[in-house]
């Protein structure tokens, strides 16, 4: 038995990124599997946004309490249907404050709230090319959250997308959450390992990432 028996794994990544394998229950990965059907449907359906080169992502979003279109946020999704986007659902924070409370503390948690999330869905073949997170206007940690099949997930610098990188497997349960002076690092999926992920976990095939911010928008 160790003094530390009830932290969780953590790993820091970068200053101010920690990755957290395992950090979702059963429960809550099948939870967050069942919400996704109802969120990709609408009112706004899934889709593939086409980024400003005119390249269609392979990564299919929807958003929840701002929609994200390259490269803004707005409350109704005129690159799709028009609709209002749906609320960002408290209970989604909640997951998001531990995770931060978990990486940077208590009192960083209480002063944590996300108002928009990203549920992206990758298929087999899906990949997300090197990016930053930056079309916020506050500086506050990103939370990301992985069911289903496992990515390889690339984690960068802030200066551009090439080395130094760190590359890491995203199982089914694992949270990720990047802040502080890796807040705006660059990031991106490179590969997915089909069929890799445990039944239990509720999702079938693909890989489901929940990526929640702080828009800094009202
Ligand atoms: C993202 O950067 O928006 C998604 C990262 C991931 O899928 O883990
Ligand atoms: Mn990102």
């Known amino acids: 038995m160790t003094l530390f028996n009830d932290q969780p794994r953590l790993r820091e990544i970068a200053p101010g990124a920690f990755h957290f394998p395992a950090w979702l ?24 946004a086409t980024v400003r080169s005119g390249y269609q992502m392979s990564v299919k979003t929807v958003c929840l309490g701002w929609h ?31 995770v931060v409370a978990d990486a940077y503390g208590r009192d960083a948690a209480v002063r944590y709230q996300p108002d928009a999330a990203m ?16 079309d916020e206007l506050v500086n506050e940690p990103v939370v ?5 099949d496992t990515c390889r997930f690339r984690f960068g610098n802030v200066t551009n997308r090439n080395r130094p990188y760190t590359d890491i497997d995203l199982k089914s349960g694992d949270a990720f959450v990047f802040a502080g002076a890796s807040r705006f690092a660059f990031h991106g999926v490179t590969k997915m390992f089909p ?8 999702l079938e095939c693909g890989r489901i990432n929940i990526t929640m911010r702080v828009t800094g928008k009202t």
């Not at 990301?144 to 289903?148: D, E, F, I, T």
């Open 144 to 148: 990301s959250l992985s069911v289903g």
């Open 119 to 134: 549920i992206n869905y990758y298929d087999d073949v899906a990949k997300m090319g090197m990016h930053q997170d930056r």
């Open 68 to 98: 994200w279109q390259p490269y803004k946020y707005t409350r109704t999704a005129d690159d799709v249907n028009g609709q209002p986007v749906a609320p960002f659902p408290e209970w989604l924070g909640d997951i998001a404050r531990s």
């Open 195 to 202: 069929h890799s992920a445990a039944p239990a976990c509720g």
């Open 25 to 48: 229950s059963l429960n809550q990965q099948q939870t967050l599997v069942r919400s996704f059907h109802e969120w990709s449907v609408g009112p706004v359906p899934m889709r593939s």
